[in-house]
């Protein structure tokens, strides 16, 4: 398989790139082919991921962009943490595009496909790249078409939120513009390796505010505490399959841009202090908030932000299990809070109502899909045969080696907040399942193109559970790639 | 004092715009306003990344003729940056105007204190 597709790691970002601007070309020929091309350009995608899976892992791949080297030239950096992500966007992307053959049918369609595919590849393309200024334009590309779908319905409640995610976004993208001009100004050198190699010839105090600025603005979207006020109206108003998209992609990504400028480029520090403190809080205020809700789709929104926080937290411990903790915490998110956007899609759209009251008894009328979003639920809880318990564990277990009673504490806190958690999920699936109303049920499920993605994606989550050694063979050289930035600068710079 | 203005005016003015529109978007209440105010904050935020390749007495960074030395020229990345970053600017603000009509259609009001249909 290794020698037999031996592609460019660029094609990952231009494929995509290429195919949603072919779309509105192909929409003058049919209609109906348009919801095919998502489908096939990301099928191709995983393909290429997985294909360059084990060659990145003996190896590092540095794609050289126009001929210069680095630090002259914009380079691709293909690491274990790049091709781990770029394997998740894919997929997740391939199987919420099946999803969507089925759940979009009304509105401006083709625009749908288009932006969808544009929202993905910016993701990948912030994933895979080495340079500040190429994160800036793929992290643009990935915003701009995120603040569009989320308006995608054109009702009330879509607009609203976009519009109030659209203004704290790009207050967001001007401060990380800021903060790479400070850089810029700073050191003369856009490349993220070059920057990470000059970085202790400046006293730390004056790069205090360039990190400052770089963590605010990419932490609109990564929704760290105080910044994530878009995010439930967001992710509840926008359609299902992007709401999937949204939680499970987009804010990760973000994530991932926080980790890597402030681990690769700033260096580990005594800021990741802070920032444990931010990740408990806001994985607190997340779970409490979600506690609360009636709107199932505001509840997972919600229950996002508790994740994220958790996710933070994991990458604050600094040490080399933390950092993998939390990268497959990041994959554990991804699949199931995209299960559970997917499985309460058709859910919503059969009750035709959001509230989570209006579910009483529907476990008796779509039994796989309620099966699917039970699934879901256990694995991001963390009950044993999913892979929330083996992501869970080994966070609890590197925080608990850290050792002091600081970490006894802050592990205290995070385990009550997924003590609430279990709370408020426990309560959906006590009311789908034991809770009957009167009248008589025939199983009307949802559609076949909806049902494969999420069978799918329960899969995943009980295979990685059960054999969680062919994640964690990744795992170990990512958090390392994060950790020795050394490693990093040379193998770009040479 | 007045030395460090005259040579750091360009900065200053930069971050006085970049000011002047976070002043903006935070406090007033008509969403057209909110959005002039993203306007100008971009603006100041380009012509700050432009004043970074700045350099007094120096000439435009294209080899135009023999001899022209290059320690003289002005920083051309910078500039680049700023041309990518003045597109991203217009995108996001034909983006915001045309949900600024859409909302206008379904609210009637364009005062963001009472579009407040999503809550708790």
Redesign the interface.
Known sequence: MNEIIDLNPVVLIAVPLALAFLVPLLELVSKKIVKWIPVIGFLFNSVIALSLLPKVLKETIIVKIGGFSPPFCINLVVGPVGILLSVLISVTGFLVAIYALKYIKEGAQQKYHILYMLLLTGATGVVLTGDIFNLFVFFEILCISSYALVAYLGNKAGIESSVKYLIQGSIGSSFLLIGIGLLYGQFGTLNMADIANQIETVSSISLYVPMIFMITGLGIEAAIFPLNAWLPDAHSSAPSSISAVLSGIAIEVGLYAVIRVLFTIFGVSDFLMFFLFLGVLTLLIGEMCAFSQENIKRMLAYSSIGQIGLIVFAFSLASSHGVSGGLFQMINHTLSKALLFLASGFMIYKTGSMKISSFEGIGRKMPLTCLLFTIGTFSLVGLPPFVGFASKFMIIRAALAQGQTLYTILIGLVLLGTVIEGAYFFRIIQRMYFKNNSEVHQKEESPVAGLIPMIIFASLIIFIGLYPEFVTKILDPAASELINKIDYIRSVLG | MINFLQNNIFYISAFGL?LIG?FI?LSKRN?IK?IIG?SI??TG?NL??VT?GFLSKGTAPIFSKSGLDMQKMVDP??QA?VL??IV?GL??LA??LS??I??YN??GTLNLQK?K??K?
Do not use: D
Request: charged fraction near 10%; avoid cysteine.
């Open positions: 970049i976070l978007m969403l909110v993203l904050l971009e935020v700050f990344i970074l990345v910078p940056l990518t970053a991203i995108a996001v983006l915001a949900l600024a859409r909302l379904h609210f579009i249909e999503q708790w």
